[in-house]
């Protein structure tokens, strides 16, 4: 089911107003909390949350004091719906307090991530009180916080399912079955995309992409038939092009984007000129 | 054979009180796991061995377990006419003067450790035994028994878990009988509701209010799940109940499904459950054999079946979301709540699912059989009926021990337990499981209910009593079961991943006279924010021991630490 699909069927949400940090907002029935604090500009820190999945609540950075009948209870944002007359604080004493632990425990697990440095920073929290981990053989290079970003773009929204948690509690880690190069990548890197601390290696060296990470994973790419350079992984395109139907099937699958569009350009002249120049 | 009627279920009745008191000496051997671990096996072969040489007239059977660990392995003796005696502590060497004396007509008196001249199976059924043995104290008078109040455990240790026979024999399957065919669904669940029972898993919610959710949501389809994934340390309640009376969690199923409109049942048991896997399994085709399970049962027309799902060793498949992943074929993660279980789109393959621990369901037939006025005035307001603990860790008396909820500690541990193990002086228990918390002996007046237990730091968990002596190190303590609590986490949320594993971390540290007071106070911090902020009960229940560690023997901590 595609986006579109959803607004055509779909009644458009109730409207109701929540109330954030004692201000009024407009937001749709059952819309998460998450969401509408990041559209109103409202800071919330987060680091497993994607529009495009599921909420998945392993983070706890994007914890909120929801306000019922004067008392305040601590939840998730990306796991609350907007409903008439839900009241929050995002900033109480409690949430601080405990979000500048989350923190550290954050800077211990990742202590190479200059993204999670960056937002420890903006909250207030520079050092840490617990031992840091240092693994000079992590494939991750000490930037991972296993919020999940990467497994669940792989299996939900990509299906290919190249990598998933390995072990449990603290040692949990990501990377391919048996720490051994995958058939199953696409080599699409949406993995890489999504990973909000950057800890995923990937580079197209050559004829191949290289997924550093997971476990050296090699994906070959193909070669555009008229400049020679390497554009996509032949998986990924494969995926694509079984779902494509266009007349220019032939052009995307053998051309690079830029190749293409000049191929498609000149292509739509001489249709428009008949052929004279 | 099936049974369609309620005359049908009053003639296997008779067979099965032929088989408990079948005319003759019968001998039945504890044959829990318990049982088993210290010998009864040996003991039941050897009884064997002789009865079959000398072709006597002796019936030898198995039973469950009564729950007095210290003493086992237990052996129980019915003599026609004569009140039953229960022998302890026998090895396989006692097994010819067990036959001698038994052929005549007495029992081995030195082994005796009580007489039961009759016994109450509360649903309306009390088997007499009969009077003599002036010598052996009676069952009322043994201080481990005397303030226990046997709802659950009513039939552990006295019937054949292996035989289903036995289990109608003492008024089994007449509540479902009664539910299936003279109760609606709606009076079920109200009768349940007005019992007051609560969720014994640990939480505490209303078992009635759960079932009304369940049946109130609208689908096509729906689950009943009993939790069996018993994995705290120290705590065997529920392996027991199957292991010695698999029937009455099958008789509260069935009541349960008839009541939510479920057409499947599923055990959910822990792997390292062989025994109560077998039996159950046995009792699953036992009842299908007799209609009690199937298409058609009691010839109402109702279709119930149960299936056995076993866990793969994962303490966190106890949380329900957990629990359904792991039945689903998924890893064992908690996902957040809602959707709970009991939503549309919550529960096991999506469909409506009611989830109850093992005794939770045990609790039904009784309720179903006596009425919510009789339940309701066992125990304390708010907290109905009665719950198992097992007494566990340095304590005199070992054993599970089933009492009216809002009984005191002081009742469990020192009247019951009869206080430390070798006359050492009782400081602590540890309740609930690794979640739960140490109370010291100062507050051990404590009423068990799941308030009190609460207010002190602690938790009801599913029933496990460790009990602590002067010589426990309560920091160690604390650390046996942040370490455990570390290994069990699942590892999706950060404060109980990496939270619980820098807790561990301090503690050693501490532990290793290498801390400072500020690590106390890190470890203090830390804790805190691990149960304001975890996922799931795990970790929001793993820092209690630490917590109440802190509260109550701060000086403890203080002492290994530099000023």
């Known amino acids: 089911m595609t986006n579109g699909e959803v607004s055509s069927t779909v009644a458009p949400a109730k409207q109701v107003t929540v109330t954030i940090n004692g201000k009024k907002y407009e937001a749709g029935e059952g819309e998460i909390l998450l969401a509408v604090a990041l559209r109103e500009k409202i800071a919330i820190p987060h680091l497993c949350y994607e529009a495009s999945l599921d909420p998945y609540g392993a983070c706890r950075l994007c914890m909120v004091e929801v306000v019922r009948h004067g008392k305040r209870e601590m939840v998730t944002s990306c796991t609350t719906r907007a409903a008439e007359g839900l009241e929050v604080v995002t900033d109480g004493p409690e949430v601080v307090k405990h979000r500048s632990i989350l923190f550290e425990l954050y800077l211990a697990e990742a202590p190479k991530s200059e993204v999670i440095k960056a937002m420890a920073e903006r909250y207030g929290v520079t050092k840490t009180r617990f031992l840091k981990k240092v693994d000079t053989t992590d494939s991750l290079g000490n930037k991972c916080v296993l919020c999940g970003l990467c497994v669940r773009a792989c299996n939900e929204l990509m299906g290919a399912g190249a990598i998933g948690f390995i072990n449990r509690g603290p040692y949990t880690v990501v990377n391919t079955p048996y720490f051994g190069a995958t058939r199953d990548c696409l080599g699409c890197g949406a993995c890489v995309k999504v990973c909000p601390t950057d800890a995923i290696g990937m580079e197209d060296i050559k004829d191949e992409r290289v997924m550093k990470s997971w476990s050296n994973t090699r994906v070959p790419l193909v070669q555009c038939s008229c400049c020679g350079t390497y554009f996509a992984p032949k998986a990924l395109a494969a995926t694509i092009l079984a779902r494509v139907t266009t007349s220019l099937k032939e052009e995307i699958a053998r051309r690079c984007p830029e190749c293409r569009g000049k191929l498609i350009a000149k292509k739509e002249i001489l249709a428009k000129t008949g052929g004279a120049r | ?112 450790l009580c007489q039961v001249p009759a016994w109450d199976h509360v649903k309306g059924c009390t088997l007499d035994y009969g009077k003599g043995f002036d010598r052996i104290p009676l069952y009322a008078d043994i201080p481990f028994f005397r303030h226990q109040k046997k709802v659950i455990l009513r039939d552990a240790g006295l019937i054949n878990p292996e035989d289903i026979d036995e289990y109608i024999a003492i008024g089994g399957y007449t509540a479902a009988m009664k539910a299936l065919t003279g109760m609606d669904p709606e009076a079920i669940i109200k009768e349940v509701e007005k019992s007051g029972l609560r969720g014994r898993g640990g939480a505490g919610f209303p078992t009635g209010l759960k079932w009304r959710i369940t049946r109130d949501a609208k ?155 009789w339940y309701q005035a066992i125990g304390a307001k708010g907290n109905t009926g009665t719950k198992v603990f097992s007494l566990v860790g340095k304590v005199d008396r070992v054993g599970l021990v089933e009492v009216p909820l809002g009984t005191t500690l002081n009742t469990i541990v020192s009247d019951i337990g009869n206080g430390g193990a070798n006359n050492k002086k009782v400081k602590a228990v540890q309740t609930g499981g690794p979640s739960g918390g140490c109370i010291p002996f100062r507050l051990f007046d404590t009423p068990v209910d799941f308030e009190s237990l609460n207010k002190a730091g602690s938790i009801m968990g599913s029933g496990g009593i460790v009990v602590m002596d002067e010589d426990t190190d309560m920091v160690d303590i604390a650390r046996y079961f942040i370490n455990f609590a570390t290994g069990e986490s699942c590892g999706k949320c950060v404060p109980c991943r990496e939270g619980l594993k820098h807790s561990l971390l301090l503690l050693n540290r501490i532990m290793a006279k290498k801390g400072t007071k500020k690590d106390i106070e890190t470890l203090a911090l830390l804790s805190d924010t691990i149960v304001a902020t975890s996922l799931c009960g795990l970790g929001q229940t793993a820092p209690n021991p630490v917590l109440t560690t802190l509260a109550y023997f701060r000086e403890e901590y203080d002492a290994l630490v530099k000023p």
Not at chain 2, 273 to 284: D, E, N, Q
């Open chain 2, 219 to 373: 689908a096509d389809k729906k689950y009943i799940i009993c939790n069996a994934d018993e994995g705290d340390p120290g705590a065997y309640m529920n392996r027991n109940e199957m292991e010695s009376d698999p029937h009455m969690l099958i008789e509260g199923l069935i009541i349960g499904a008839f009541a939510m409109g479920a057409a499947e049942g599923l055990i959910y048991i822990r792997a390292e459950y062989p025994l109560a896997i077998k039996r159950l399994k046995l009792a699953i085709e036992q009842a299908w054999e007799y209609g009690i399970l199937g298409k058609d049962i009691f010839g109402t027309g109702f279709v119930f079946d149960i299936g056995i799902a076993t866990g793969a060793g994962a303490f966190v498949c106890g949380e329900s979301t957990a629990l359904v992943a792991s039945i689903e074929g998924r890893t064992g993660r908690p996902h957040p709540r809602p959707p709970r279980l009991t939503d549309i789109g919550g529960g096991l393959f999506g469909y409506p699912t009611d989830l109850n621990n093992v005794e939770t369901w045990c609790n039904v037939p009784v309720i179903i059989s006596n009425g919510s006025d």
């Open chain 2, 1 to 112: 054979m099936k049974i369609k009627s309620v005359s049908d279920l009053a003639a296997r009745r008779k067979v099965g009180l032929q088989k408990i008191q079948p005319g003759k000496p019968r001998i039945a051997v504890g044959l829990a796991t318990c049982g088993i671990a210290v010998g009864g096996k040996r003991v039941y072969e050897r009884l064997k061995e002789i009865i079959d040489k000398n072709g006597l007239d002796i019936t030898l059977t198995t039973v469950g377990c009564i729950g007095y660990c210290k003493e086992e392995p237990l052996v129980n003796i019915t003599i026609p006419g004569k009140p039953l005696v229960i022998l302890h502590k026998v090895s396989e060497t006692d097994a010819e003067e067990i036959i001698r004396t038994v052929s005549n007509g007495e029992v081995p008196y030195d082994k005796a």
